[in-house]
């Protein structure tokens, strides 16, 4: 083990422990380094849903690039910024245009109220490729807390946020609630 990384750890829980006595009701979470180290912020009340560990995500986003093979490049380049120039292979060339992608979140606009998502999803699309950007791609939508990808014939109600795949936050900003 890291002593640092403990080090770390044990300044996050001690600071978790300090928001949870302040103000109880705060939507806490907590990112440890070290996935030892979860078992004792559970001991001193934090909830385990409420525990991110960067070790276990690691190790996750691994072995499900065992089963999935770029999948771990896929989630890394959707995480990321980047701003690589463009070469002149063509699939590197793709690849580079796709890893400057990004996903984002955005509270939908009142346009959309009563739209099925799938309709929704297929607007946004066309709407934002059509002004030579590469599009936007909705993938899920946020219900009572609830984050649902790709619910087809869900309603949209106007209150919710909608998760996206796209080159830039900018591009959202006509599909945005204001």
Known sequence: NDPDADSEDNSNILRAIGVRQYCNQVSLRLQLLN?????????VGIPSDCITC??????SLLAQNARLPGFSTLVTNLITSSNDEVHSNDWLSQFIEGSGH???DFR???QF????????CQ???MKSASNGSAGVT?????????????PKSYK????ESVFCIAEDVEVLLPFQAP
Not at 35 to 43: M, V
Not at 54 to 59: A, C, F, G, L, M
Not at 138 to 150: P, S
């Open 156 to 159: 949209v109600t106007g209150d």
């Open 138 to 150: 909705c993938i899920g939508i946020e219900v009572d807390g609830l984050v649902l990808f790709m």
């Open 123 to 125: 607007e946004i699309y």
């Open 108 to 110: 939908i606009s009142a």
């Open 102 to 104: 990004e996903m984002y």
């Open 54 to 59: 960067i070790q276990e995500v690691k190790y």
């Open 35 to 43: 996935s030892d180290n979860k078992q004792q912020a559970i001991s």
């Open 113 to 120: 109220k009563n739209k099925e998502f799938k309709n929704v």
